[in-house]
């Protein structure tokens, strides 16, 4: 099983980024999948999930209105577009895929996670 996430970089705050995951070794169609998120010195939290046919979707407040999760289940890929980035989304983001029977918003809940990809706002 390998999960792929690319995308990240440095921005200015205010700017635009994508991000995308490339699944593999999996039935991706099958799994809930979620975005979270790791600051220096901080656990990791949740940013966003979507469940296996795209048609559900969470996300933690702090990026309501800026975020959006998508899935392209043909492609076995994962996106998060992120807007309006702040300089407080800094952070490496990991794509994770789930089996549950649930889609749910806890690292525990995740079988498969991606090797991360940083995301810099500079202020």
């Known amino acids: 099983v390998q999960l792929q996430a690319s995308g990240g970089g440095l921005v200015q705050a205010g700017g635009p980024l994508r991000l995308s995951c490339a699944a593999s070794?999996?039935?991706?169609?099958?799994?809930?999948m979620g975005w979270f998120r790791q600051a220096p010195g901080k656990e990791r939290e949740f940013v966003a999930n979507?469940?296996?046919?795209?048609?559900?979707?969470t996300y933690v407040d702090s990026v309501k209105g800026r975020f959006t999760i998508s899935r392209d289940n043909g492609k076995n890929t994962l996106y998060l577009q992120m807007n309006t980035l702040k300089p407080e989304d800094t952070a490496v983001y990991y794509c994770?895929?789930?089996?549950?029977?649930?889609?749910?918003?806890?690292?525990?809940?995740?079988?498969?996670w991606g090797q991360g990809t940083q995301v810099t706002v500079s202020s």
């Open positions: 979507i469940n296996w046919s795209g048609g559900s979707t």
């Open positions: 994770a895929a789930s089996g549950r029977w649930t889609v749910v918003a806890t690292t525990q809940g995740y079988d498969y």
């Open positions: 070794g999996i039935i991706f169609s099958s799994y809930h």
